[in-house]
């Protein structure tokens, strides 16, 4: 049996993942990471649920008999994630927070700590699951120095797909998922809550939060007007013929395909197309200019560790909630390539993550890149 660390945030997901991996004789142990705590009134939302979380991930490991421990991340929580996603409003993008947490916090940093630890796995309550291929069909697995072929590890999407989080999980590669445990990944939502409930977990009927953990209220605007209020310079809303319709009040403030709270009449509704950092513009259009068939991606990774060396087609999925749709992807040069679509996707946002599909198993992604 393995020596396994996992990740409980104090919610039925990952309680029910530790159940599970104890109850088939794992030694598991639960942690919680402390990432985000403020000291003043507008932060005592955000100070409340952490507390809410931790004791709720105490008493699901009191209740299974397993240790548990919190490890303060707050330094690189926000040095890795809040001052990324400041900086990215800031520089005109649409961050996603939670990939970054993801890529620094919930794995590399997590996995590097089990590892000297003397933990074999880190697990997380993601839905998503790993597939091992001993004897993978492609030529990127190269025989071990004993003549076996060694192991190939697929990210998959979760059996259920209206909770899948793989497109969440692009950036993992081999050396992670080697290490990794996802094991609610073959149940559905109702399922997991119903095992949970069954073995009386005390998370069994915890509500989900759907807040970005650092952002009370979900309102980021407020924390960009505190921490970054010289980001937040008014300047021109442009048509697409350069005229100008109206004043912004911050580029930050404004997203792709944005319609309402511009204070423009037009005659017609307008969207916004882009954000022109090097004017200081909210560029605006009808909404037919909000599609388009091509996007550039950069920092691409992939799974296998291989880099692609011809154009190759898949499903591409551009926003977490989007559906996977045919596009060809062509690379450019080491992390970048070009992304045509079959057919015109609707307001891709730069800063966002493009996420490669081949079917259920994910190849890789990257960060919309801006034109």
């Known amino acids: ?36 705590e403020g000291d003043d009134d507008r932060l005592a939302e955000s100070l409340c649920c952490s507390q809410e979380m931790t004791e709720s991930a105490r008493r699901v490991c009191a209740q299974l008999g397993i240790p548990y421990y919190v490890f303060n991340y707050q330094r690189e929580f926000r040095r890795s994630v809040i001052e990324y996603f400041l900086r990215e409003y800031a520089s005109g993008f649409t961050p996603n927070p939670c990939l970054e947490c993801n890529r620094e916090i919930k794995f590399r940093a997590l996995l590097a700590r089990a590892r000297a630890l003397g933990f074999d796995y880190v697990a997380t309550g993601h839905y998503a699951r790993i597939r091992v291929d001993k004897t ?36 993992l590669g081999q050396d992670d998922l080697a290490r990794l445990m996802f094991p609610i990944g073959e149940y559905t939502k109702a399922e997991v809550r119903a095992l949970a409930a069954a073995r009386g ?33 008014p300047g021109p809303i442009l048509d697409l013929e350069g005229r100008e319709v109206g004043r912004h009040q911050g580029l930050p403030l404004y997203t792709i395909g944005q319609r309402r709270g511009l204070g423009i009449a037009t005659g017609q509704p307008m969207y916004v197309m882009a954000l022109d950092v090097a004017r200081n513009a909210v560029i605006v259009g ?27 087609d898949c499903l591409a999925q551009i ?33 966002q993550a493009i996420v490669f599909y081949d079917g259920a198993v994910v190849l890789g992604g990257g960060r919309i890149a801006r034109d």
């Open 286 to 312: 009808p909404e037919s200019a909000l599609r388009r068939t091509t996007l550039r991606a950069e920092r691409v990774t992939f799974v296998s560790g291989s880099w692609p060396e011809a154009p190759f």
């Open 136 to 171: 993978p069909a492609d030529h990127s697995a190269s025989p071990s120095p004993n003549g076996a072929r060694r192991a190939v590890y697929r990210l998959l999407r979760a059996v259920d797909e209206e909770k899948d989080q793989s497109y969440m999980l692009y950036m």
């Open 1 to 36: 049996m393995a020596k396994i660390m996992i990740a409980m945030s104090g919610g039925v997901d990952s309680s029910l993942a530790a159940a599970l991996l104890h109850e088939a004789g794992h030694d598991v142990t639960g942690v919680t990471l402390h990432l985000w």
């Open 201 to 233: 977990l005390a998370s069994a009927n915890r509500p989900e939060s759907q807040d970005i953990c650092f952002v009370p209220g979900g309102d980021y605007r407020n924390l960009l007007r505190e921490e970054r209020p010289d980001a937040l310079r």
């Open 319 to 351: 926003r977490a909630h989007a559906d996977a749709v045919p596009a060809r992807v062509t690379p450019v040069e080491p992390e970048r390539v070009e992304v045509r679509f079959e057919h015109p996707q609707r307001a891709i946002t730069p800063g």
